[in-house]
């Protein structure tokens, strides 16, 4: 059949100078170490207890894959076509008006989600150290290990350097070399760790409690709170809405199939955030915080997870090398998020500006860590900076508000912003094309494809956002 014949074109070779993954399977990692990060084992456990648990999980799986998958496709689609940062990249799909403003917005937030992100990220390493150092006794009080950690000005702020030079460091390195490289030793080896200590978890004492408020849904608790944290968790996760995915998309070569590629990713990053619930619930049960009260804000997995160490057989050494492991393993996944950040930022001043990468990496790493001192310091340190507004009855420190501007709502704009883009103005004739191109039987998923990116997914992302401007309250 005509539409059926191979359609794969060579890559073209300023394509190969700029730069391309080894191989499909270096895109997967590299894309999957993008999504899975704090988001899928911070961010994921956090949302869930704190939307209905199962309810919030079965509406999450619904927006990943009816939402998520769909968008991601239309990045990598994007990006693969005009092999650029997002702001180039609109502008050479779309030249000529004013649409680059998507990309530009999307490297804004990039960056201002890089600069509290890795403030996060910083923590998990102070929480290496701590670990090591055996903290976490049977007598010691997580809870209060962490607010004297996030109120100690010097010890976050050596963290959050100490975390940005080693994304400089990787970035420099170019993207085969470091990302991909990196990200095919570190993957695994989280998933290992991640099944030990759900092990661990689950038979504690008291488990049954978050088990069962994380598995059996209760629908009476849904309602549009949970829908709108449900798709903006899966944006974040998913690192959709501000073109990282363009970016990452733009590496990739004509061979590659991109719907595979894509749900591989998208799959990965769902899996691993499922798995850590099973983690992280049990052990919220266990500490006695009640699933669904309010009891989120950034510090949740950092105040609570260190209660499990200490009840791991072959104290002190288990809790020591389990604990040191854990934070180790959950570092280097911030590590490959943040370095996927870094990279548009970085990107888009090398393709648009034509700086030579170093200088590029180089300067956005020390601007953002400017950027990213408030949010530090806004964990306890500086009073004023950790109380910048109340929602809900709810303290908002800087980094929590941070995370609700750039983590939530501008990405859920972004998103839809792509959808239309691509669904509409640079139209799907154009995408499916490039589609095909390493995947010659994708006509028939192309229709399924063009009604979910034209149709489904601006509508209810529309209604998200309308019903947010009703009620900005729903951001939690
Ligand atoms: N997805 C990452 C996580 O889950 C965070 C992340 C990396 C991200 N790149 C992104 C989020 C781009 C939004 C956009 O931790």
């Not at 996030?150 to 010890?155: A, H, M």
């Given at each position: 059949?005509?539409?059926?014949?191979?359609?794969?074109?060579?890559?073209?070779?300023?394509a190969r100078k700029r730069g391309i993954w080894g191989?499909?399977?270096g895109f997967?990692?590299a894309a999957?170490g993008s999504?899975?990060?704090?988001?899928?084992?911070?961010?994921?456990?956090?949302?869930?207890?704190?939307?209905?648990?199962?309810?919030?999980?079965?509406?999450?799986?619904?927006?990943?894959?009816?939402?998520?998958?769909?968008?991601?496709?239309?990045?990598?689609?994007?990006g693969?076509?005009?092999r650029?940062n997002?702001?180039?990249?609109?502008?050479?799909?779309?030249?000529?008006?004013?649409?680059?403003?998507?990309?530009?917005?999307?490297?804004?937030?990039?960056?201002?989600?890089?600069?509290?992100?890795?403030?996060?990220?910083?923590?998990?390493?102070?929480?290496?150290?701590?670990?090591?150092?055996?903290?976490?006794?049977?007598?010691?009080?997580?809870?209060?290990?962490?607010?004297?950690?996030?109120?100690?000005?010097?010890?976050?702020?050596?963290?959050?350097?100490?975390?940005?030079?080693?994304?400089?460091?990787v970035v420099i390195g170019g993207v085969q070399a470091g990302i991909e490289r990196w990200s095919?030793?570190?993957?695994?080896?989280?998933?290992?760790?991640?099944?030990?200590?759900?092990?661990?978890?689950?038979?504690?004492?008291?488990?049954?409690?978050?088990?069962?408020?994380?598995?059996?849904?209760?629908?009476?608790?849904?309602?549009?709170?949970?829908?709108?944290?449900?798709?903006?968790?899966?944006?974040?996760?998913?690192?959709?809405?501000?073109?990282?995915?363009?970016t990452y998309g733009s590496y990739l070569s004509?061979?590659?199939?991109?719907?595979?590629?894509?749900?591989?990713?998208?799959?990965?990053?769902?899996?691993?955030?499922?798995?850590?619930?099973?983690?992280?619930?049990?052990?919220?049960?266990?500490?006695?915080?009640?699933?669904?009260?309010?009891?989120?804000?950034?510090?949740?997995?950092?105040?609570?997870?260190?209660?499990?160490?200490?009840?791991?057989?072959?104290?002190?050494?288990?809790?020591?090398?389990?604990?040191?492991?854990?934070?180790?393993?959950?570092?280097?996944?911030?590590?490959?998020?943040?370095i996927s950040?870094l990279e548009v930022?970085t990107a888009?001043?090398v393709?648009?500006?034509?700086?030579?990468r170093?200088?590029?990496v180089?300067?956005?790493?020390?601007?953002?860590?400017?950027?990213?001192?408030?949010?530090?310091?806004?964990?306890?340190?500086?009073?004023?900076?950790?109380?910048?507004?109340?929602?809900?009855?709810?303290?908002?420190?800087?980094?929590?508000?941070?995370?609700?501007?750039?983590?939530?709502?501008?990405?859920?704009?972004?998103?839809?912003?792509?959808?239309?883009?691509?669904?509409?103005?640079?139209?799907?004739?154009?995408?499916?094309?490039?589609?095909?191109?390493?995947?010659?039987?994708?006509?028939?998923?192309?229709?399924?494809?063009?009604?979910?990116?034209?149709?489904?997914?601006?509508?209810?992302?529309?209604?998200?956002?309308?019903?947010?401007?009703?009620?900005?309250?729903?951001?939690?």
């Amino acid at each position: 059949m005509a539409d059926e014949k191979p359609l794969v074109v060579e890559d073209k070779p300023e394509a190969r100078k700029r730069g391309i993954w080894g191989s499909k399977a270096g895109f997967v990692l590299a894309a999957a170490g993008s999504a899975i990060g704090l988001g899928n084992i911070w961010r994921f456990p956090t949302e869930a207890a704190n939307n209905g648990g199962a309810a919030f999980l079965v509406i999450y799986v619904a927006c990943v894959v009816f939402i998520g998958l769909p968008v991601m496709l239309a990045e990598l689609t994007m990006g693969r076509h005009t092999r650029r940062n997002p702001v180039g990249a609109f502008k050479k799909a779309l030249p000529k008006s004013y649409w680059w403003l998507v990309g530009a917005l999307g490297v804004t937030v990039g960056f201002a989600i890089l600069s509290y992100y890795s403030v996060v990220a910083g923590w998990t390493l102070g929480y290496v150290v701590k670990s090591a150092t055996h903290t976490f006794t049977p007598d010691a009080d997580p809870g209060q290990v962490f607010d004297g950690f996030v109120g100690s000005w010097w010890q976050t702020l050596i963290c959050l350097a100490v975390f940005m030079g080693l994304c400089i460091a990787v970035v420099i390195g170019g993207v085969q070399a470091g990302i991909e490289r990196w990200s095919k030793i570190l993957m695994p080896t989280l998933l290992v760790m991640l099944v030990l200590l759900i092990i661990r978890s689950v038979t504690l004492p008291g488990s049954s409690v978050g088990l069962s408020f994380y598995l059996e849904p209760d629908f009476s608790k849904l309602n549009m709170k949970v829908l709108v944290a449900a798709l903006g968790q899966a944006f974040f996760s998913m690192s959709l809405g501000m073109g990282a995915m363009i970016t990452y998309g733009s590496y990739l070569s004509k061979r590659d199939n991109l719907v595979t590629s894509a749900t591989w990713v998208g799959m990965a990053d769902m899996s691993i955030a499922f798995l850590a619930g099973l983690m992280v619930l049990p052990a919220l049960a266990m500490a006695g915080i009640t699933p669904g009260l309010e009891e989120g804000g950034a510090g949740l997995i950092f105040a609570v997870l260190p209660t499990i160490f200490s009840e791991l057989p072959w104290q002190p050494m288990g809790g020591i090398v389990f604990g040191t492991a854990f934070f180790l393993m959950l570092m280097l996944a911030a590590l490959t998020s943040a370095i996927s950040l870094l990279e548009v930022v970085t990107a888009w001043l090398v393709d648009e500006r034509k700086w030579p990468r170093k200088k590029a990496v180089a300067v956005v790493g020390g601007v953002t860590f400017l950027l990213a001192v408030p949010s530090a310091l806004g964990c306890g340190a500086v009073g004023w900076l950790s109380h910048v507004c109340t929602l809900q009855d709810q303290q908002l420190g800087f980094l929590d508000l941070m995370d609700k501007i750039f983590g939530k709502l501008a990405l859920t704009f972004g998103s839809l912003l792509i959808c239309l883009v691509v669904g509409w103005f640079w139209g799907m004739g154009k995408a499916r094309d490039e589609v095909l191109s390493g995947n010659p039987r994708f006509n028939k998923l192309a229709r399924a494809w063009s009604f979910l990116l034209r149709y489904l997914c601006p509508v209810a992302i529309a209604i998200i956002l309308v019903f947010l401007i009703i009620d900005p309250s729903a951001i939690r």
